[in-house]
């Protein structure tokens, strides 16, 4: 697969200009799974369940290649929505609902050890993520382990106090600032 930019991880993307909100922030370091939306190639939405990360400026993601239909769409149509909703997969106390709306790039330029960057992040989630990368792991499952990041800059998130979607959401836009 050909990247979508031959730039670095974080080389020529904007940045919010105000912090992700401290309840978001937990919400995106408990949860186990949230809900990527991306618009397919018929102009439909799509979501499918993946692993969120916060790295302090992007909700980052990883997709296998064998699940590829996402990140080609992610390429012809950006525009993304992460949703925080499920109480189960995402065990943040106290429990609070978000959706995050963004601009999404896939970084595959190095499918093989890219990804390999977020798994600070996804051990501290998931410990048992380390026994499934083991080489005769990666032999058994070598296209699981061919893997694209998926990058999201956020612009504007709603989040709802006590997860309570009956009520009007907090919502706070992000302004892109020069990278």
Known sequence: ???????GYHE???????????AVVDL??????AELTVIDR?????????????????VLMTSSIL????????????RVSVSLSDP????????????????????DEDLHRGWMR?????????????????PLQKLGLPLFWERAVIEI?????YWWAGGDTTRDPEVHAFQPVAG
């Open 118 to 134: 977020l798994l600070p992040l996804w051990e501290a989630k998931e410990p048992v993520i380390k026994k499934f990368i083991t």
């Open 1 to 7: 697969m050909s990247g979508s930019s031959g730039l």
């Open 88 to 107: 189960v997969g995402i065990p943040a106390r106290p429990f609070s609902r978000a959706t995050i709306q963004g601009d999404a790039r896939v970084i």
């Open 42 to 58: 018929h102009g439909g939405l799509r979501t499918d369940p993946l692993i969120p990360f916060w790295d302090g400026r992007h």
């Open 153 to 157: 800059t956020p612009r504007r998130v």
């Open 67 to 78: 699940f590829s239909r996402k990140l080609e769409d992610i390429k012809r149509n950006p």
């Open 12 to 22: 020529g993307v904007t940045g919010p200009a105000a912090a992700m909100p401290e």
């Open 28 to 33: 995106l370091n408990s949860a186990l799974v």
